[in-house]
């Protein structure tokens, strides 16, 4: 849309959440993010993001670019993003490349850090720090037969009652008045 600014059409940044994860990774990492560049221009290259990958999963990147020119960095980024599916990120949860590498979407990179931070909880190996709320786990139940069949002829209270209902002596506004002859 013309006259719009980029971050109002690709989502809203939320900087108390990049400033909560920024302060994970750099926990995780064991190094601060350079003093004098952005958030995003931090991450950009994917150097971070794959050692933050190594770190929770030794080994899961093979080997990051540290140099070399544009296509070297956004191999990096796709080397992050095969590793969070390994590690246990749905797909759906990852940003594209261009979100970051042409920062067109930097609000769903955070997203794509939080959903990380929350794969964490999934492996007793990894100890901490983690980022954002345990995720909720499945809790199946079984029933019987007999179980089941008990339910079959209830109605839930939900559903209410009409017992002694009736329309009876019901009156709303004036009644009707037929007038003949007018």
Request: aromatic share 8%.
């Amino acid at each position: 849309m013309p006259g719009r600014p980029l971050w109002q059409v690709a989502g809203k940044r939320d900087r108390d959440q990049e400033r909560e994860a920024q302060h994970w990774i750099e926990t995780v990492v064991g190094e601060k993010f350079p003093v004098g560049y952005s958030y995003e221009d931090c991450l950009r290259d994917g150097i971070l993001l794959c050692r933050l990958m190594n770190r929770l999963s030794p080994g899961i990147v093979p080997k990051i670019n540290t140099s070399g020119g544009d296509y070297k960095m956004m191999d990096n980024i796709n080397q992050f993003q095969k590793a969070c599916i390994k590690y246990g990120v749905t797909d759906v949860d990852l940003f594209q490349t261009t979100d970051l590498w042409d920062r067109k979407n930097i609000a769903l990179v955070t997203t794509t850090i939080f959903a990380v931070g929350r794969a964490c909880y999934r492996h007793p190996e990894f100890r901490g720090p983690y980022l954002g709320p345990r995720p909720a786990e499945e809790n199946r139940r079984e029933f019987t037969e007999e179980q089941l069949r008990a339910g079959e002829g209830l109605i839930g209270l939900q559903a209410g009652s009409n017992k002694g209902a009736t329309q009876a002596g019901l009156n709303f506004g004036a009644t009707r008045k037929i007038l003949l002859g007018k």
